[in-house]
């Protein structure tokens, strides 16, 4: 008697209550999760298994619809025609929607004003004494990023440099070049003795 009241005692203690109803699914679509559980009467120690289990829920894809297009970026170029950009975002972003998620305008398309860069700086004289010459450049741009144009003005300017006087060499004899033949001539002085007779 006392054998058959144990076992039927012990039977009743591993029973579980019944699973309960689902719950809500954690997503609408693209796949969720979802959760039941149960109860052990005397305690979870007495039950053999598990309390709760999980599923997956909704797993149909999407619906995708786009988002709002953003503001225009500001434009590539502020004349010469430039290019600005919008975007867009589908929605969930798990989705797959039809078509472009970036589009593109041209902007500023009037023609640019031509202006000149900075003077370059001073080339090396071309003498180093006696007066020589020095250069110095620019180049005409147009500002904006746009195509090339006209400036007003001169793209190269001179100047003189150097203009010291060159240090004359200390010759016991007069040198100089005659221009007809190309050829040097030295000439010597003589000069007489205040003693000699």
């Not at 500001?74 to 798990?94: D, V, W």
């Not at 902007?107 to 110095?136: H, L, M, Y």
Request: proline residues 3%.
């Amino acid at each position: 008697m006392n054998e058959i009241f144990y076992v039927k005692l012990s039977h009743l203690f591993l029973e579980w209550v019944q699973w309960s109803a689902w719950t809500i699914c954690s997503t609408t679509c693209g796949g969720g999760t979802r959760k039941s559980s149960r109860k052990c009467p005397q305690g979870a120690g007495f039950c053999s298994g598990t309390f709760t289990k999980t599923e997956s829920c909704n797993t149909q894809r999407c619906a995708s619809d786009w988002g709002e297009w953003s503001e225009w970026s500001r434009c590539s170029a502020t004349c010469g025609g430039g290019e600005m950009t919008s975007f867009r975002r589908c929605r969930p972003a798990t989705g797959l929607c039809n078509g472009n998620s970036r589009k593109t305008e041209i902007c500023n398309v009037q023609n640019c004003s031509p202006e000149w860069d900075q003077w370059s700086t001073w080339s090396s004289c071309s003498a180093t004494c006696g007066g020589g010459k020095r250069t110095s450049s620019r180049r005409c741009r147009t500002t904006g990023g746009g195509g090339g144009g006209l400036c007003s003005g001169n793209a190269k300017k001179t100047e003189t440099c150097n203009l010291q006087l060159c240090p004359s060499g200390n010759y016991p004899h007069n040198v100089f070049t005659s221009a007809a033949s190309n050829s040097l001539t030295v000439s010597r002085r003589s000069h007489k003795h205040p003693m000699a007779g």
